[in-house]
């Protein structure tokens, strides 16, 4: 088997909630601890934490572990959906799961795995958990890919969880009310395991602090512990720019921080990333403050993060987003709003299975928009969110292929104008300069 198999039999063979949906979802962890078991129970042999949310869990996840490694941890991290690669899912120190890993863990279990048939993510998750152990990392951060209480991640026992906030998302499988979705991410709140909440909501956090009093759980909202302010943009001795803030009260001695992730929503992440160290300080990890300034300066440079308000062009400025639901979407409109370019195009492709009313309801209507849809199954057809934006008043052409929709805007716009690419992780995975 050569590592296109292995890559075909994880795809194919077994139905995966990225590409066809409701199909692949399931609320039980039983092919998960199955797996495990098979596996020598390999998630018990590193330390971890948890992370869940509707929005910002990737790039807490990705913060978290920039500062890990830089404290000189040999950090794991494991994160979905990928953009490019599968082995972006699976990294330790920021480099990617060998092809040559992926294909033995496959070809040495895949007898036993066409018997059981487990999902594409709890395979995967199964393959994350055998390398972490086999590799011996002293942690690993660990986020959930939907939900919480049946995702298959949350077989592990972290060290702290984190759950960064509660939205409006995959209503279908987690609930049509915040504090129904609040429950399912309470999920990972273990017995005695303290847990960092990151926005307190008042539907949702009497949600969080029953779970939590019934565990046995320490527990704490991460923006009643950390005030953060924008301070702007900074350009740095390697000429890359990096958002600036004011932390109040201050964090190991540290006022100000500054991060290489763009994009307001980053304040709301930064409170719950900020508490999730102190926890991680107090529970015994020696994370000091250097550690801290310099792994959050260089996120993307050690973890590969993508796609996450990333600048992928001047002239016209170009810009990059997976946000993908209404509170993203909220985040990403008001930061190209305080732009305030000459004249904004919006490069837009949706799956089919969300809530495209309250996102297309708050789009602005001077945008120039050209419709594109993402080459997977559960993409939504250019022309049938054309037609869903014209109830709106969005106007704009279809042109179906990412690459090229991206192409025309650029061409039509001129210096001063910004292009937005996003609407779903799958569109900002086709672009070819990610």
């Known amino acids: 088997m050569n590592y296109q198999e292995a890559l075909e039999f994880l795809y194919k ?27 020598g129970k390999p998630q018990e042999n590193f330390k971890s934490i948890h992370i869940a949310g509707t929005n910002g869990k990737g790039s807490s ?21 990928h953009l490019k690669s599968f082995r972006e899912r699976i990294r330790i120190n920021g480099i990617e799961i060998p092809e040559a890993d992926v294909t033995a863990f496959v070809a040495r279990h895949k007898a036993y795995l066409s018997e059981l048939k487990p999902s594409f993510f709890e395979m995967t998750v199964a393959l994350a958990f055998d390398y972490f152990s086999r590799e011996k990392v002293d942690y690993a951060v660990i986020e959930t890919g939907m939900g919480g209480r049946f995702d298959s991640t949350n077989v592990i026992r972290p060290i702290l969880s984190l759950i960064t906030n509660i939205g409006m998302d995959h209503t279908q499988f987690l609930g049509d009310t915040l504090e129904k979705i609040a429950f399912e991410k309470a999920g990972i709140i273990k017995s005695g395991v303290p847990v960092v909440i990151g926005e307190t909501h008042r539907l949702t956090a009497p949600v969080f602090r029953e779970k939590a009093e019934e565990c046995g759980a320490s527990i704490c909202f991460a923006d009643q512990s950390f005030t953060v302010t924008s301070l702007g943009l900074r350009r740095g001795g390697d000429k890359q720019h990096r958002a600036v803030y004011q932390i109040h009260p201050a964090l190991s001695g540290l006022n100000e921080i500054a991060i ?18 102190e926890t991680l300080q107090e529970v015994g990890l ?3 403050a250097e550690h801290i300034l310099s792994g959050l300066a260089e996120i993307r440079q050690k973890t590969g993060l993508k796609g ?19 509170d993203g979407f909220r985040s990403i409109l008001s930061q190209l709003k305080e732009m305030g370019p000459q004249r904004l195009f919006m490069v837009l492709g949706m799956v089919e299975d969300k809530d495209h009313e309250q996102i297309l309801s708050m789009l602005p ?7 594109c849809q993402a080459d997977q199954p559960r993409s939504l057809p250019a022309q049938s969110l054309l037609e869903k934006c014209e109830k709106f008043g969005l106007a704009g052409r279809c042109i179906p292929d990412v690459n090229e929709a991206l192409a025309y805007a650029r061409k039509a716009a001129a210096a001063g104008d910004v292009v937005f690419v996003g609407g779903s992780t799958f569109v900002v995975a086709e672009l070819m300069e990610v």
Not at 309 to 314: D, F, L, V
Not at 365 to 371: C, G, I, R, S, T
């Open 13 to 39: 063979a077994l139905p995966m909630f990225q590409r066809v949906g409701a199909t692949a979802f399931k609320k039980d962890l039983s092919n998960t601890l199955q797996l495990c078991a098979r596996l």
């Open 61 to 81: 996840a990705h913060a978290l572990a920039a500062v890990l490694q830089q404290a000189g941890y040999k950090t794991g991290l494991y994160t979905s959906p």
């Open 260 to 277: 290489d992730l763009m994009g307001n929503y980053q304040l709301k992440n930064l409170p719950a990333v900020l508490k999730a160290l």
């Open 286 to 288: 020696d994370i000091r």
């Open 308 to 326: 996450r308000w990333q600048i992928i062009g001047e002239d016209p400025l170009t810009i990059c987003d997976t946000g993908h639901n209404a």
């Open 365 to 371: 209507k001077h945008a120039e928009y050209v419709f």
